[in-house]
């Protein structure tokens, strides 16, 4: 970047204080399987699963127990042998705590691998959609927390002809080191996937963004990417929201994706490396996603570190697994601080985009009251997309929904940085949330009017043909009659006349 | 040239019809709560100002003085106006309904807009010539469509502010446009004749 | 004399012009009753007291009705209704309760088939001396079904928000 | 302990973290900036200015006080704690005539406070910057005295009014002798122009106002000391506080037309040395035209605005009925504001200009 660039190119983003450490630097540990686990049907982004077994069924640790529903959906594994409970409701893991349908598996404690499961020694030699649809099979989803079907991406990404697959080790949310973990534990194994993502794709390269405050991560990449043509490691700076998508590939490739569309617009295909992982093991060990490493952290938190938790386990046990918490947590939320969700309880399940769990105590959720916006412009400064968040947040207070999304609502993220910054403590991103969450509600409620709308017609149309018809029947009856008694009467002349 | 460029600063900003002379207070206070009608009225108040400013120069020098007349100047320059505004009317409601809607009443209204006969009379007592009375009308239309501009882009921040119950509406927007006036005064005194 | 010949021949003048400028720039005024009717539910369900949904865009055209008389349409019909007629909306005065939804109760109802003829969008489904039920992706919750039938088995309930749909609430003046 | 307790008494939003920003602190940092000039005042022109700075800010937080009480403080109008009201004053008291009567504060406090400010709804809501509009407001109504500038009488001085003397000059019990007030040099300029005078004549003259940098000469304490403003400036621009954009563009809208007119006409045109030393410039570079909630909220808006205000200063120093501008100028740039942030915004990532989504470049 050249300094005329540095000095008339807006800064975007933050610097939030990363409480990484030491959760990073713990060695990874693996969490028993609980007695039960809820698996809710709706963890991907789409269609949720419908489920393909009975209560009191026996299933396999791997097992298929929910079909994939729709175009966009994905399918759900049992994580370990036992028997069906229950497919009922659960609290779902969102702030509403409203309920989700699941299903419930009790944990018979042999935890035995299903034998339909299909290894390979010898992947690259698989067709590419082969690829996509093995991927499909095991579940896959994004493993970033987006949680979008893998092998739709895998499969959409060859029909547009994609040249570069961006893998996003970015991991710029604060707390979280479950990705930077994985780097250094299974370099070899995130490689591996990458060039089966490769094959799939069609993509000719693949680089691998890592931030720079990552570097044994860095390393360990370096060292298992050497032997591999095709695929690169970038360090790249650290600074939030260095992981999404726009950004991301902004930096690494310089292209800037058009509003509204998905990179594949600029040749672009971005996964995510946890995906990688997923990948490999689902196509060389034949494994369906049914755990994940995540990132346990936070100030209540007794000992923070990374944890293999099978997907259905409560984030209660969770939590109890990694040391306890040492006092009320001020908030818990699932995923990074920045953009996950609060829980309204623990009492709710892992699911497949789960990548963290914190406890964060009063300092660190810095909880505090809405004061008046000054205008600093700290947030339209922030803003990674470049919009003026003190503006939308205006209109939006004043119920002006259109004066906002005039002024680019649709583009926001929601990555938080605004309300990071804001010396206010103004909940933009709730203003935002709001008054999208709004629009999406007006825009149904409209949708349905229209069908409601062509229902009625279509009623009265009906009613109006079934009048009509039975008016024709009458006619024809009545004309039938006459002609018949006209017949008659002729007939009766005729007979007269040869009489 | 030069001329021209001041007797424009001077009537859109030193003497600014709204602001200084207190002329067409009624669409500045009614037509300003929206940037785009603010922006339609402007321009449509500059057409009839120009327009009306010419007409009665012509039918000062052209009828009324010939004949003795002068009497019938209020009485002729209004019958003008209207005439114009009128005819503008139809023109808006043609090319643009959305403003014509937006506009509402305030746009036959233009027709008692004191700034349109003000400007009209004050060309015939400083006894501008023709061209001289356009570059006054268009110049004081430029400096109401001004005033109609800020004070429309400062209502629509007001009308997201969370003003006190008390002051909300009118009350607020008369606070506003004083001190739009004491900024305007700066200007007073400009020394713009060289 | 002078005067009055100088007045009668300028208004003259000028309303010949003006009446030249009217017919040149003439527009014609749209009837307004199918595009409003368009944003109105169409299902005739009556609750705004009028005809039809047809009855009620001409009511409101000709100012007989506000633009918050359709209590199935909500807040988001009264304000495109307003937008589109060009007044002013009083939102307090529209009580906008969400949407709502016929619920059968399945204990009370008796398989009459009385409510199925009633609805406006086909949204109940049933056959004779079998529990009905309402698809609930049809129904507008206009309660036309309520008083036809005999045991009040027919409940209008607000509509079950699902977390998919949740809505972010609007963070409150502290 | 385990997490089976936890409820949750709300629905939080994201983010769940903050970057410890705070309105009081930056408040703050700008009292911080003004320390150095108003200490500087303070010795320049002696007890009389130390109690009129004291005066306004008191009536300008009991003002902001009563309001919020009467409006019922809601906290998102500003708390009374968060020394917005103090820093208001604050400036008011910078740009008045430091030997003023208590009278001209406690007005010139309320102007800012309860019209500039709390009618609009209170902090952030205010269109027009209030220690401006009031100032202005002051300034179009008591035009004898705001223009009575004392000359220097620093409190090391054996002449200068000891502590008793100085209440009483601010309590208005004194008046303030006609030999100790002096034209700022923008009015002595004026005045000496409109007599028909050229400015190397008038100059020459040995009662006209020197210029220094240290700042001692008549003036208002927000005038007088240049290089202490300036101080103050750099500091809220290392810190953060305020943005570049604005303070280049006041300097560079007056001094490079400034400069442009005294190369062709010296005679009629202070050159920029001049214009920069004297008045409120500076001041209202840094402090004033940086104001948050009535400037443009994009760097090009402040810009544009910087750049605007520094002209409008000199076209009213140079043309106007005024000797000094920067207000007039301010209040003239706070009201186009709304315009300017409506019309200069960033480009949208991925989208043009006109807000359409740009084109894929190239797969």
């Known amino acids: 970047m050249g300094l005329m660039e540095k000095i008339f190119t807006r800064s975007w983003g933050v610097h939030p204080r990363d409480y990484k450490h030491p959760a990073a630097d713990a060695p990874v540990r693996v969490m028993p399987m609980p007695e039960r686990l809820y698996l809710s049907l709706a963890q991907h982004l789409g269609a949720p ?406 229902l009625a017609a279509a009623r009265s149309e009906r009613l109006a043909r079934e009048a009509r018809e039975k008016a024709e029947i009458a006619a024809r009856r009545k004309a039938e009659r006459e002609a018949a008694k006209a017949a008659a009467a002729s007939a009766r002349s005729a007979g007269e006349m040869s009489a | 040239m030069s001329e021209l460029l001041l007797l424009l600063i001077s009537t859109a900003l030193v003497n600014n019809v709204v602001l200084i002379k207190f002329l067409g207070l009624c669409p500045v206070m009614g037509v300003s709560r929206n940037l785009e009608s603010a922006l339609g009225m402007g321009m449509a108040t500059t057409f009839v100002l120009t327009l009306a400013a010419a007409a009665s120069w012509m039918l000062e020098h052209w009828l009324l003085v010939p004949f003795g007349l002068e009497f019938l100047r209020i009485l002729t320059f209004i019958l003008v106006i209207a005439s114009v505004v009128q005819f503008t009317e139809m023109f808006v409601k043609k090319i643009s309904p959305g403003l014509y809607q937006a506009l509402g009443i305030y746009l036959p209204l233009i027709t008692t807009n004191c700034a349109v006969l003000g400007v009209s009379l004050l060309n015939v007592q400083q006894a501008h010539g023709f061209f001289w009375s356009l570059a006054y009308a268009f110049g004081s239309a430029v400096g109401f469509t001004l005033v109609l501009m800020i004070f429309a882009g400062l209502r629509e921040r007001i009308a997201l502010s969370r003003v006190p119950a008390a002051f909300a509406g009118a009350p607020i927007a008369f606070v506003a446009i004083s001190l739009l006036a004491l900024a305007f005064m700066g200007f007073s005194g400009l020394n713009v004749q060289g | 004399m002078t005067a009055i010949l100088t007045l009668t021949l300028l208004g003259a003048a000028l309303g010949l012009a003006l009446g030249i400028a009217g017919r040149l720039l003439a527009v014609e005024a749209d009837a307004d009753v199918a595009g409003l009717e368009s944003l109105l539910p169409g299902t005739n369900c009556g609750q705004c007291g009028f005809p039809g949904c047809a009855g009620a865009a001409a009511a409101m055209i000709s100012g007989a009705a506000p633009p918050s008389c359709c209590p199935p349409g909500g807040k988001a019909v009264a304000l495109a209704l307003a937008e589109k007629l060009g007044v002013g909306l009083d939102l307090s005065r529209v009580v906008d309760e969400g949407p709502k939804l016929a619920v059968v109760a399945e204990d009370l109802c008796i398989g009459c088939c009385r409510c199925l003829r009633a609805c406006p969008t086909d949204a109940i489904l049933g056959a004779p001396k079998q529990i009905h039920n309402v698809l609930k992706e049809a129904c507008t919750g206009c309660a036309a079904c309520v008083e036809h039938c005999p045991t009040g088995a027919l409940i209008i309930q607000p509509m079950p928000v699902s977390w998919q749909y949740w809505v972010m609430p609007k963070p409150v003046a502290a | ?231 103050g400036g750099v500091f809220l621009l290392a810190t953060d506080v305020i943005r570049w954009q604005a303070p280049l563009g006041v300097l560079a809208g007056a001094l490079i037309p400034a400069s442009i007119a005294h190369v062709i006409a010296p005679e009629t045109h202070l050159d920029a040395a001049s214009h920069l030393l004297s008045g409120a410039l500076m001041l209202g570079a840094f402090f004033i035209a940086t104001d948050y909630v009535t400037s443009p909220a994009t760097g090009a808006g402040r810009l544009i605005f910087g750049l605007g205000a520094g002209l409008l200063t000199w076209i009213i120093r140079t043309l106007g009925g005024y000797p000094e501008g920067v207000a007039f100028a301010i209040l003239f740039m706070n009201a186009l504001t709304p315009l300017i942030d409506r019309y200069v915004r960033p480009r949208i990532l991925g989208r043009t200009r006109s807000g359409q989504p740009i084109r894929g470049a190239g797969k």
């Open chain 4, 1 to 231: 302990m385990n997490a089976d307790g936890y409820h949750a008494d709300r629905v939080f939003a994201s983010p769940h973290a903050h970057g410890g920003g705070e309105i009081r602190r930056t408040m703050l940092q700008v009292q911080l900036a003004l320390v150095p000039a108003t200490l500087f005042g303070f010795w320049l022109y002696g007890w009389p200015a130390f109690f009129l700075w004291l005066l306004t800010l008191f009536f300008a937080q009991i003002f902001e006080v009563i309001s919020l009480r009467l409006t019922g403080n809601t906290g998102q109008t500003g708390s009374p704690g968060d020394g917005s009201a103090l820093l208001t004053g604050w400036l008011l008291a910078m740009t008045l005539p430091p030997w003023s009567a208590w009278w001209i504060g406690a007005l010139g406090a309320f102007i800012a406070i309860v019209i500039g400010k709390q009618v609009f709804g209170g902090l952030g809501q205010n269109v027009f910057n209030p220690a401006m509009a009031a100032r202005v407001a002051l300034l179009v109504s008591f035009p004898l005295q705001l223009t009575a500038w004392v000359v220097p009488l620093p409190l090391s001085g054996l002449d200068a009014p000891g502590f008793l003397d100085g209440l009483r000059i601010t309590l208005g019990q004194i008046p303030v002798p006609d030999a100790m007030t002096s034209a700022s040099l923008l009015g002595y300029a004026k005045t000496e122009l409109s007599r028909g005078l050229g400015l190397a004549q008038a100059f020459a003259a040995g009662h006209a106002p020197q210029l220094s940098w240290p700042g001692v000469r008549a003036g208002s304490m927000g005038e007088s000391s240049v290089l202490l403003i300036l101080a």
């Open chain 1, 49 to 454: 699963a419908r489920p393909a077994v009975l209560v009191g069924q026996k299933v396999k640790k791997g097992e298929k127990i929910a079909d994939p529903q729709g175009p966009v959906s994905a399918a759900i594994h049992a994580p370990t042998s036992g028997v069906i409970a229950a497919i009922g409701e659960i609290p779902a893991p969102h702030p509403s705590g409203l309920p989700v349908q699941a299903i419930i598996l009790e944990a018979d404690g042999r935890d035995e691998w299903s034998e339909a499961l299909t290894a390979c020694d010898n992947p690259l030699g698989l067709a590419p959609d082969e690829i996509s649809y093995r991927v499909a099979a095991a579940g896959v989803v994004g493993m970033g927390g987006a949680t979008f079907p893998s092998a739709l991406k895998l499969s959409s990404s060859r029909k547009a002809g994609v040249t570069t697959l961006v893998m996003n080790g970015g991991e710029c949310e604060p707390y979280l080191s479950c990705d930077d973990r994985l780097m250094r534990d299974k370099a070899e194994t995130i490689i591996d996937g990458i060039r089966l993502m490769l094959h799939a794709t069609g993509a000719k390269e693949a680089i691998v963004g890592i931030e720079d405050n990552k570097p044994e991560a860095i390393a360990a990449m370096r060292k298992a990417v050497a032997a591999h043509a095709g695929v690169r490691v970038r360090p790249i700076p650290a600074r939030y929201p260095m992981g999404s998508e726009k950004q991301l590939v902004q930096t690494l490739t310089g292209r800037e994706i058009p509003a509204g569309a998905l990179p594949a617009e600029v040749g672009v295909v971005v996964h995510n490396v946890g995906t990688a992982r997923a990948v490999s093991e689902a196509i060389r060990l034949g494994r369906p996603l049914i755990s994940r490493l995540l990132t346990v952290n936070g100030g209540c938190v007794g000992a923070p570190g990374n944890i293999v938790a099978p997907v259905g386990a409560l984030v209660e046990e969770v939590l109890a697994f990694a040391g306890g918490i040492e006092a009320r947590p001020a908030r818990l939320v699932m995923g990074g601080p920045m953009m996950g969700v609060s829980l309204p309880h623990a009492r709710t399940p892992v699911i497949k985009g789960t990548s963290g769990i914190l406890a964060l105590n009063a300092a660190q959720a810095a909880d505090s009251r809405e004061e008046a916006c000054i205008r600093c412009a700290s947030c339209a400064r922030a803003c990674p997309i470049q919009l003026m968040p003190l503006d939308m947040a205006r209109h939006i207070r004043g119920d002006d929904l259109k004066g906002a999304l005039r002024l680019g609502l649709k583009d926001c993220i929601a990555c938080g940085c605004c309300a990071y910054v804001c010396p206010a403590h103004i909940p933009l991103v709730q203003y935002f949330t709001y008054a999208k969450g709004t629009l999406a509600a007006e825009d149904r409620a409209r949708q349905k009017a229209e069908a409601t709308r062509r």
